[in-house]
């Protein structure tokens, strides 16, 4: 098959190289001609483990180019991906205008009868509006068939997770071109549910603010725990043994970031609104995130009283471990909140620190390694769980830092470890050791 992905994100350049792999003739188009000209070289402009090798090699075969130009991309394409950005607006609703331009751009182009498949997350409804776009500005006497098919993959393991996926969801009101989309994915055996437009559309929103619960939830029950003298990792632990519950998206933290969670449920909550639904339940689960992101921060001036001149080891800045996304993190409202009252920070990530740089005030001061951060420092706070973050030896923290305190946002150390040393310890949902 012929396809063209428009955008080349997590999403769309994850998609472009995955769709090369399994034997498709790719060109990932995008705007940006300094990440095209990357990418033509076979360099990543994203984090994202196995994607350079998987580049490098379809580039090699002849199944991946990169295009910044949409027109000579078009010729022939038997399919057209779009995976454009829809950040959040500042009422909380999903910005379109990317996917405005791209279908737009489809119209004017397409030669050919086109598949055109939406893999960005968009609210009910706009793929019926992107239809409506690409119709109303056809350039050619040509047909055009409109495929809802949202994306689940998670950054850091966004390679794996497109060739090891729960389900495909293809959503289309025609069952030739349903088939049809069921076969471009043949060769990546992963379950595939065919379904109407909106209502996949819909599955991706429920999906991502099921899981935006499940966060909130364990983290009020850890909010509980500290003060009642239980532990959220054996709470989650015998939770997650139900299988009803299931063991995953139960770790207690300090909120969810990143590029999804945040704006999906914000866009939710806009879509029930703008239905006459007020979505209460979701609402709560947003408001208990906001709060849970400055737990440590309180936490800390609650330890401290002035923060004044302290210097704060800030340990992981990416909203997860193993990507260089900083979109939403929790760290940015953190590292904020402590700058505003004076705090000395140090940070330190392991690949996030140019995106970090972008957007956080002018007086961080950024480490090169652990070690780095934690020299002589007052206190230290775990912001992404990294496994060098999780390796840090806690019997050597008091020569390091100018006291060993600790405030970890992830668990990464059961308490038993850190009894044994002489670590002031804070975490989430457990009883503080001094
Ligand atoms: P991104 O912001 O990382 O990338 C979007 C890319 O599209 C950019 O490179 C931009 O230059 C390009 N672009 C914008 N307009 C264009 C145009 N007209 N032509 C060509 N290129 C254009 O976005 P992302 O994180 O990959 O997310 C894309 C969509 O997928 C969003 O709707 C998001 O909600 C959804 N999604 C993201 C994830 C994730 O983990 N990032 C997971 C599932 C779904």
Request: net charge negative; aromatic share 6%.
């Amino acid at each position: 098959m012929k396809i063209s992905v428009i955008g080349t994100g997590y999403v769309g350049l994850v998609t472009g190289v995955c769709l090369s792999e399994i034997g498709h003739f790719v060109t990932c188009i995008d705007i940006d001609e300094k990440k095209v000209n990357m990418m033509k070289q076979g360099i990543s402009p994203i984090y994202e483990p196995g994607l350079e090798d998987l580049m490098k090699k379809n580039i090699k075969d002849g199944r991946l180019n990169f295009s910044s130009d949409h027109k000579s991309s078009f010729v022939n394409s038997d399919v057209i991906y779009i995976a454009v950005g829809t950040p959040q607006k500042m009422s909380g609703a999903a910005d379109l205008s990317y996917i405005e331009e791209a279908a737009k751009s489809i119209a004017y182009h397409i030669t050919s009868d086109t598949v055109v498949v939406t893999k960005s997350t968009v609210p009910v409804g706009t793929n019926d509006y992107i239809k409506d776009i690409i119709i109303n500005n056809l350039s050619n006497d040509v047909k055009v068939s409109i495929v809802s098919n949202p994306e689940f993959l998670r950054e850091g393991s966004a390679v794996n997770d497109t060739f090891n996926g729960d389900r495909i969801v293809i959503g289309t009101d025609n069952k030739y071109v349903a088939d049809f989309m069921e076969d471009i994915y043949k060769n990546l055996n992963i379950p595939v549910f065919k379904t109407d437009i909106r209502s996949a559309e819909m599955i991706k929103y429920a999906s991502n603010a099921f899981l935006a619960t499940k966060i909130s939830f364990i983290n009020e029950i850890a909010n509980i725990c500290e003060k009642v003298g239980a532990d959220i990792e054996d709470i989650a632990i015998g939770m997650g043994q139900d299988k009803r519950i299931g063991k995953d998206f139960l770790k207690a933290g300090i909120g969810y970031g990143g590029s999804c969670f945040p704006k999906d449920t914000n866009a939710l909550v806009q879509i029930a609104g703008n239905n006459e639904h007020n979505f209460e339940l979701l609402k709560s689960v947003i408001k208990v995130n906001n709060n849970q992101q400055k737990t440590l921060v309180n936490r800390l001036v609650n330890r401290f009283a002035e923060l004044k001149g302290k210097r704060i080891a800030i340990l992981g800045i990416a909203f997860k471990p193993n990507t260089d996304d900083i979109r939403e993190a929790a760290s940015i409202v953190i590292i904020n909140e402590l700058a505003k009252l004076g705090a000395d920070i140090i940070a330190y990530d392991p690949i996030a620190i140019e995106n970090a740089k972008k957007i956080l005030p002018k007086e961080i001061s950024y480490a090169s390694s652990v070690n780095d951060a934690l020299s002589d420092a007052d206190a230290a706070l775990i912001l992404t769980e990294w496994e060098e973050i999780k390796e840090i030896n806690l019997l050597k923290l008091s020569n390091t830092m100018k006291e060993p305190i600790l405030f970890d946002g992830r668990n990464c150390f059961s308490l038993e470890e850190v009894r044994v040393s002489n670590v002031e310890y804070h975490s989430i949902g457990r009883p503080s050791l001094e």
